[in-house]
C-alpha cells in the first residue's frame, strides 16, 4: 500500500495561515460585540422607551391638565399637599423668582412646548370654580369684619349725615326707608318704600348678609366685599369741614385693610366696596381746604379696589356704576312678575314726558330747550320741579306719569346720571338720552351695550345748536319698533332694582347679584391673567369708559364716536373733572329740595 506523503509547509507559508484565522476570529469578537451593543440600545430605547419621555419626571397625579383645559393653560394644584411635593421637586430650580409663586418646568404631551406649573395664595379660591357639584363654587365672598365706626355706628348718628336731610328715617327697614301708601293705586300693595337716592351703602351691605355664598374662609373667596358706608361717611362732612376731617375714615380703614391677611393676597385687588354717591365725592383733585370731597379714590391702595358707586368716572379705571336704588323692593319674585304685567297692559297717552328742573345757572344745560318743547307739545308732559312744595317730591306722582308715557326724556342732572332715569325704567316708559354718560357709559353691567334696543339717544347737540325737535324725533318711530323697545325695557326691571334685604329672591337675579357677579368674574379674569402670565401694557386709564365697551375678548380701544362727550383736557363742549366736581357740589346744594 502506497502511503500519502505527509506535506510538509515552509515556514513562511505557516504564518499567513496563522493570521488569516486570527484576523478571522477578531472580526467574529467585533461582530457579536456590534451585534450585543445593538441589542441592548434597542431594548433601551424601544421597548423600555415606549411611553412617553416624560415619564422620567414625576410630578402629582392630582394635578394633571383637565378634559376640556386648554393645553395651553397651566395645571392648577389640587391641595396643599401637592403644592408642597411641587416645592420639593423645584427648590433648586434657578426659575422660582418670585416669593409667592412656585414656577416648575414640564413639558406637555400633545405640544411639547414648556409649561408652568404656578402656584399663587389665590389658586383654591380658583380651584372651587371645578367642584361642580357645589353650587357656590367659583362664587364665594368673604366679608371683612370691619369696626363699627365704618359703618354700623354712623347709623346710630343718623341725624348728622346731611346738612338737609334727616337720614334717621331713610335708614330704617334696612337702608329701603318708610313704607309708601298706595293711596292712589300708583303702586303695588307691598314693597314700595320711600327710599333716598344715596342710601346704597346700607342697602347693598343688608343684601349681602343674605347673599347665599358667603364664606369665613378667605383663602376659597372669588371676592372681599369691604362693607364700609363711604357715601354716608363722606356725607358728614363735606360742608364746612377741612381736609383732614374729610380724609379722616378713608385714611384709616386703607390702614386697617392693609394689615389683614386677606389683603397681601392681591394686595387689595379683590376687594370691592360701596358707596352710594357719585364718584366725584371720592376725587378731590389737591388738598385745598376749599377743593370739593375727599381722595378715598386717588390713595394708593383704594386705586387696586373696586368701588361701585351710583356715578362712575369715564376717565378712572377704580370705580364702577351700579344702579340708583328706586323705590320698589320686592320680597319675592312673584312681585316682579306682577309688575311687569302690569306696565305692560297699560294705557300710555303722552308720547313723551319729563320731570325736572331747569339750570339758568349752567349755560351748557339742555334742560331749558326740554322744557320749552314740553310746554309746546301737545303729546309732551311736563312735571316741574323747584324749590319748595313740588309734584317732583311725590313718588306717587312722578311713577304716575312715568306710566302713562312712552318716551321718559333724561338729560342730565347735575352730574351725569339721575335717579329718574332709573324710576322712568321702572314704570315701562323708554328713556331718551342726551349724553352718553347718563347711561351708555355707566352702567355697562346692567344695561345692554346695545343702547338702542332698550333707549332712544339724542345728542345734546341735536337740541342745543341745531334745535330738534324731540316730538319729531320720537314720532319717526315705528308702532312696532316702539313695543319692542318697550318690552326690552321691561324685562330689564329685575336686575335694575334692589330687593328687599330681608328676603332672597328664588329665581330672578337683582341689581345687587348683577354687581356682584361682575365683580366676581372682574376677580377671576385678573387671576387667570396673573396665572397665565397675561399683562396689559397698552391699557390707557384715561380711556376708561372705552374699554367698559369693548365686545370679549377685545383688549384695544381706537377712536370712538362719543370721544367728544369725554375729551381731555377740557374744551368748549367737553367734560373733565374739574367740572364734575363743581356738579357734585351743585347735587348737594340741590338736595335742599328733599329736605324733611
Not at 505557516?14 to 457579536?32: H, W
Not at 366725584?280 to 379714590?297: A, P, Y
Not at 328676603?503 to 337675579?509: P, Q
Request: with cysteine; glycine share 6%.
Amino acid at each position: 500500500m502506497r502511503r500519502r506523503s505527509t506535506v510538509t509547509l515552509h515556514p513562511d507559508q505557516m504564518e499567513k495561515v496563522v493570521g488569516k484565522n486570527q484576523r478571522s476570529r477578531i472580526c467574529l469578537l467585533a461582530a457579536l460585540s456590534v451585534m450585543f451593543w445593538f441589542l441592548l440600545f434597542y431594548f433601551h430605547f424601544v421597548v423600555l422607551g415606549s411611553g412617553s419621555v416624560d415619564d422620567s419626571i414625576n410630578f402629582p397625579s392630582s394635578s394633571p391638565v383637565h378634559d376640556g383645559e386648554s393645553i395651553n393653560k397651566h395645571p392648577v394644584l389640587t391641595d396643599s399637599t401637592d403644592e408642597s411635593r411641587v416645592k420639593d421637586v423645584s427648590v433648586h430650580s434657578e426659575l422660582i423668582d418670585k416669593p409667592r409663586a412656585v414656577e416648575v418646568p414640564v413639558k406637555h404631551e400633545l405640544t411639547n412646548k414648556p409649561q408652568v406649573l404656578k402656584s399663587f395664595p389665590f389658586m383654591k379660591a380658583l380651584k372651587t370654580i371645578e367642584n361642580k357639584s357645589d353650587p357656590c363654587g367659583g362664587r364665594y365672598i368673604y366679608v371683612h369684619d370691619l369696626p363699627p365706626r365704618f359703618n354700623e355706628d354712623m347709623l346710630k348718628e343718623c341725624k348728622s349725615l346731611s346738612l338737609w336731610t334727616n337720614m334717621c328715617k331713610f335708614t330704617t327697614n334696612a337702608g329701603l326707608g318708610p313704607p309708601l301708601e298706595n293711596v292712589e293705586g300708583v303702586f303695588s300693595n307691598t314693597g314700595w318704600y320711600a327710599t333716598n337716592q344715596f342710601a346704597v351703602d346700607v342697602i347693598f351691605s343688608n343684601r349681602m348678609k343674605q347673599y347665599e355664598c358667603l364664606t369665613k374662609d378667605s383663602s376659597i373667596a372669588a371676592a372681599v366685599f369691604v362693607p364700609f358706608y363711604a357715601g354716608l361717611d363722606i356725607a358728614r362732612y363735606l360742608w364746612g369741614y377741612n381736609i383732614s376731617v374729610r380724609d379722616a375714615a378713608s385714611l384709616e380703614l386703607v390702614d386697617w385693610l392693609s394689615k389683614r391677611p386677606e389683603w397681601g393676597v392681591m394686595g387689595g385687588k379683590d376687594h370691592f366696596l360701596v358707596a352710594g354717591r357719585i364718584t366725584w365725592d371720592f376725587r378731590r383733585l389737591s388738598d385745598l381746604d376749599s377743593d370739593w370731597g375727599n381722595k378715598l379714590l386717588f390713595l394708593p391702595a383704594a386705586r387696586n379696589m373696586s368701588m361701585l358707586v351710583v356715578e362712575s368716572s369715564p376717565w378712572n379705571a377704580n370705580d364702577f356704576g351700579i344702579p340708583y336704588p328706586t323705590y320698589f323692593h320686592p320680597a319675592k319674585d312673584a312681585d316682579v312678575f306682577s309688575w311687569q304685567d302690569r306696565m305692560r297692559k297699560l294705557d300710555r297717552p303722552w308720547l313723551f314726558s319729563f320731570a325736572g328742573a331747569p339750570r339758568p345757572d349752567n349755560p351748557k344745560s339742555i334742560r331749558g330747550q326740554i322744557i320749552e318743547q314740553c310746554k309746546k307739545s301737545k303729546v309732551g308732559k311736563l312735571l316741574e320741579c323747584d324749590f319748595g312744595e313740588s309734584k317732583c317730591h311725590s313718588p306717587s306722582s312722578i311713577m304716575q306719569m312715568f306710566q302713562s308715557s312712552l318716551f321718559c326724556l333724561q338729560p342730565q342732572g347735575d352730574s351725569y346720571t339721575r335717579r329718574s332715569a332709573f324710576d322712568s325704567m321702572l314704570a315701562g316708559c323708554i328713556p331718551v338720552f342726551f349724553h352718553p354718560g347718563s347711561a351708555y357709559t355707566q352702567y355697562t353691567w346692567h344695561l345692554p351695550k346695545n343702547y338702542s334696543k332698550y333707549s332712544v339717544f339724542i345728542p345734546e347737540d341735536d337740541l342745543r345748536k341745531r334745535n330738534v325737535s324731540i316730538e319729531e324725533r320720537l314720532g319717526q318711530i315705528s308702532i312696532e319698533d316702539v313695543k319692542i323697545m318697550r318690552e326690552a325695557v321691561i324685562s330689564l326691571i329685575p336686575q335694575l332694582i334692589y330687593a328687599d334685604p330681608r328676603f332672597r329672591l328664588e329665581t330672578l337675579k337683582d341689581s345687587f347679584d348683577v354687581a356682584v357677579q361682575a365683580i366676581i368674574n372682574k376677580v377671576t379674569k385678573l387671576r387667570h391673567d396673573i396665572v397665565e402670565g397675561r399683562t396689559n401694557d397698552n391699557f390707557i386709564e384715561e380711556n376708561s369708559w372705552k374699554y367698559e365697551l369693548l365686545e370679549e375678548g377685545q383688549r384695544e380701544v381706537g377712536a370712538h364716536e362719543w370721544d367728544p362727550f369725554f375729551s381731555k383736557p377740557k374744551d368748549a363742549n367737553a367734560d373733565s373733572g374739574e367740572s364734575s366736581a363743581e356738579a357734585a357740589k351743585n347735587s348737594w346744594k340741590n338736595e335742599q329740595r328733599d329736605k324733611s
